[in-house]
């Protein structure tokens, strides 16, 4: 069984930075990718950032030059999105992902609220 806990959600003003954290345990044998995905309200769910196993990395149009997506070398089980420069449109809540050999994990979401 694996579980994702996510972290690091709250209000901030447009303009403002925030950083999520999310930490896969349990029995973990190979995370292919980690990632976040968002749904703000009345819109489908969105895939925001992905890291892949390799260290590549995958953003959304909206969200590139302004999001990062990182993982801690000391633990790779845990990933990282800082938000800069954050715009109102940004509000939704975040959902952590991780891709483990076959079967994709989900965190329980963290809402971030971006206000004008």
């Known amino acids: 069984q694996v579980q994702l806990v996510e972290s690091g959600g709250g209000l901030v003003q447009a303009g403002g930075s925030l950083r999520l954290s999310c930490t896969a345990s349990g029995t973990i044998f190979s995370i292919n990718a980690m990632g976040w995905y968002r749904q703000a309200p009345g819109k489908q769910r969105e895939l925001v950032a992905t890291?892949?196993?390799?260290?590549?990395?995958?953003y959304v149009d909206s969200v590139k030059d302004r999001f990062t997506i990182s993982t801690d070398n000391n633990a790779k089980n845990t990933v990282y999105l800082q938000m800069n420069s954050l715009k109102p449109e940004d509000t939704a809540v975040y959902y952590c992902?991780?891709?483990?050999?076959?079967?994709?994990?989900w965190g329980n979401g963290t809402l971030v609220t971006v206000s004008s």
């Open positions: 890291l892949n196993r390799g260290g590549s990395t995958n």
């Open positions: 992902y991780a891709n483990i050999v076959v079967r994709y994990y």
